[in-house]
């Protein structure tokens, strides 16, 4: 098993910027892509952006250019770089790590709060 555990949620102002981290401890060696899905209230929990193992990574077209993410896999840690933030960024934040067999494990979620 991979438990994930985010941080770096808070309250910030629209035009800031936040970075997320989410650290993975247990079975590392079986933890392929990992990623970021946030929720909004009254929302449909959203992907937002994956990184492979190798570094490739994706966004969802909604923070194209506004998020960016990262890892360290010497630290087993993936990060959320967010510039640019607007209040439709407010959401809960997870983690996520894919791990053998088509499994997924997710973290508890941070909570991102954008004031306009």
């Known amino acids: 098993q991979v438990q994930l555990v985010e941080s770096g949620g808070g309250l910030v102002q629209a035009g800031g910027s936040l970075r997320l981290s989410c650290a993975a401890s247990g079975t590392i060696f079986s933890t392929n892509a990992m990623g970021w899905c946030r929720q909004a209230p009254g929302r449909q929990r959203e992907w937002i952006a994956v990184?492979?193992?190798?570094?490739?990574?994706a966004y969802a077209d909604s923070v194209k250019g506004r998020l960016t993410i990262s890892r360290n896999n010497a630290k087993n840690t993936v990060y959320l770089q967010m510039n640019s933030l607007k209040p439709e960024d407010t959401a809960v934040y997870y983690c996520?790590?894919?791990?053998?067999?088509?499994?997924?494990?997710w973290g508890q979620g941070t909570q991102v709060t954008v004031s306009s």
């Open positions: 990184i492979t193992s190798g570094g490739a990574t």
């Open positions: 996520y790590a894919d791990i053998t067999g088509g499994l997924r494990s």
